[in-house]
């Protein structure tokens, strides 16, 4: 009567070619070389599927390991966040610091006006100088103060995604031997002071007297 388990032997194990699966019973399978998935079957359809292995192939051909070169992928892909994440993630960890809500509030709100836009669907490694400058020449000169706390933030937000391995160099909102040679100075810049509104039962008489 044939064993239902412990079906194999030591011997039959070291002498096991390989690309073979042999049966031990009870759902225990010994594989002899590795296996490269490409996908279930509700996502990956056969032309896909082939197209997948002839790559896997080409791959193998060019001397690169497929299931390795996946893996690096799908590492990477774990380590990168953009930078609206990365704004949630740096709140979620001061926030116990912040004592005044409005401060958490001020923060969110001047990065998602003015950096979001710009920089808040890329990923934390892709923000480069240029990037940083495109967020703050536009209000640079007209909103200096704002402008200056938001380069301040974007630096602190930059600079915490470095610290936690998702970014690496050097942070391109830093001020100090960096953006002070492209920017002027807060206190060099006059902040655009605006009239104030005429109210309107007056147009009448003052576009008279403009024409």
Known sequence: MARGIHRLTQLQVRRAKKRRWLCDGGGLYLQQGRMMGLGPLALVDLAQARE??????????????????????RAAAAKT????DAVGRYLEAHQAAWRNPKHRQQWSNTLATYASPVIGKLSVDAIDTGLVMRVLEPIWTTKPETASRLRGRIESVLAWATVRGYR????????????????????????????????????????????
């Open 52 to 73: 997948l292995a002839l790559a896997a192939r080409r791959q193998l051909y060019a001397g690169i390991d497929p299931l390795q070169s996946r893996a690096s992928v």
């Open 168 to 211: 690496t160099g050097d942070n391109p909102a830093r001020w100090k031997n960096h953006l002070d040679h492209l920017l002027p100075s807060k206190g060099k810049v006059r902040e655009v002071q605006h009239h104030a509104a005429l109210p309107y039962t007056e147009l009448p008489a003052f576009m008279a007297k403009l024409r």
């Open 81 to 84: 966040i953009t930078f609206d």
